[in-house]
C-alpha cells in the first residue's frame, strides 16, 4: 500500500485544476471536466469540501467533493465526484478519501453522509460497504434542468 495524505483543498491551484482535469474523464466520460471558476466555486463555498489525495512526491492520485447542507431533521453531508486514478487503484486511495470525508462530516455535526454508486462500480461498492455504508431501499430520481 502506498502512502497517500487527504487534504482539503483551500485555495485552487494549478496542480489541483490538472488532476481534477485528468481524473473525471474516468470517473465519467459523459460530463466534461469542470473549469478552473467551477473548482473555484466549489473550494469557495462552505457548503463543500474539495478532497484530494496525495502520494509520496506530490502527485494527486484522487478527489472527491464532500457537500454538507442543514435540513430541519439535522445537517446532511452527501458524498459526491469520488475518482480515484485508474493507477493507484487498489492501493488505499478510496479508503482514504473516504475515511477523511467521514471525519470531517462528524467534526461538522452531520448525522448522516449519504452516496450513490453505479452498481458497475464494483470495486467502489465493496469499499464503501466495508466503510460503514448500508445500501437504503430507496428510489434514486434525478430532474435535469437541462433539457430533461
Request: aromatic share 4%; glycine share 8%; charged share 20%.
Amino acid at each position: 500500500m502506498v502512502r497517500v495524505k487527504v487534504e482539503i483543498a483551500t485555495t485552487l491551484t494549478p496542480a489541483i485544476v490538472d488532476a481534477v482535469a485528468r481524473l473525471m474523464p474516468q470517473l465519467s466520460s459523459s460530463s466534461p471536466p469542470p473549469t478552473t471558476a467551477d473548482l473555484s466555486d466549489v473550494v469557495a463555498s462552505p457548503a463543500t469540501d474539495l478532497f484530494i489525495a496525495i502520494v509520496d512526491g506530490g502527485t494527486i492520485v484522487g478527489t472527491a467533493t464532500l457537500a454538507t447542507f442543514r435540513i430541519p431533521t439535522g445537517m446532511r453531508a452527501w458524498i459526491e465526484d469520488v475518482v480515484v486514478d485508474d493507477a493507484a487503484r487498489g492501493a488505499g486511495v478510496g479508503h482514504a478519501l473516504t475515511t477523511a470525508m467521514l471525519d470531517r462530516a462528524r467534526e461538522l455535526g452531520c448525522v448522516t453522509v449519504e452516496l450513490t454508486s453505479r452498481p458497475s462500480r464494483e470495486a467502489a461498492n465493496r469499499l464503501y460497504r466495508r466503510a460503514g455504508f448500508v445500501a437504503r431501499d430507496t428510489n434514486v430520481y434525478r430532474y435535469d434542468l437541462r433539457g430533461g
